[in-house]
């Protein structure tokens, strides 16, 4: 089953203010997923983090993979209400399987 | 969208009723998955398929069973609905095996009464 948390499960912020997903893993992980989902649609894929601390950003979100590869990190800076939505980490390397964390909720608060 | 389409969209059936949802895709990907989705709990896994009439047990896969006999078309079927698979259905697919991303179908609103 899943291995991978993430914390917080809901996040309410107000527009312009940061917010920050973590996805715990129990064991060490080759490499970890970010995927969003907006309300009412269907998980996209957004990143793939491969080595140990590596960082990269997509425009105001920065993704962290830790040194000991067991964790991970989503920063959304100012957040706008495009941010909106669920955002999730997986684990993509447990066999044929394919597991998710349990997602953290943003709302935005305009 | 990786030419993934599911049917139906929506749909409401009595309890104890047989469901089945489809998966379908145009791109020949190996790996195909059932998630069902509920608030609180993420996406989680109930059967998912590494090639035709390769099948296995996802971590809630009490209640559904899935067939895949040909490339394109992932079927999950509810053999007895109940109330407690009223949940948004969603299919994935991947283009590889480990290490590649999945990508989604649209959903399925399924709801049970």
Redesign the interface.
Known sequence: ??QVM?IP?YQHVQEGEDFTTYCNSSTTL??I?W?KQRPGG????LI?LVKSGEVKKQKRLTFQFGEAKKNSSLHITATQTTDVGTY?C?D??T?????????TSLTVIP | DAGITQSPRHKVTETGTPVTLRCHQTENHRYMYWYRQDPGHGLRLIHYSYGVKDTDKGEVSDGYSVSRSKTEDFLLTLESATSSQTSVYFCAIRMGGRGTEAFFGQGTRLTVV
């Open positions: 089953g899943q993430q499960q080759s490499n997923q995927y269907h998980p996209v894929f793939q999730f997986a993509p390397n066999g044929n399987q394919f597991y998710f964390g349990t997602g």
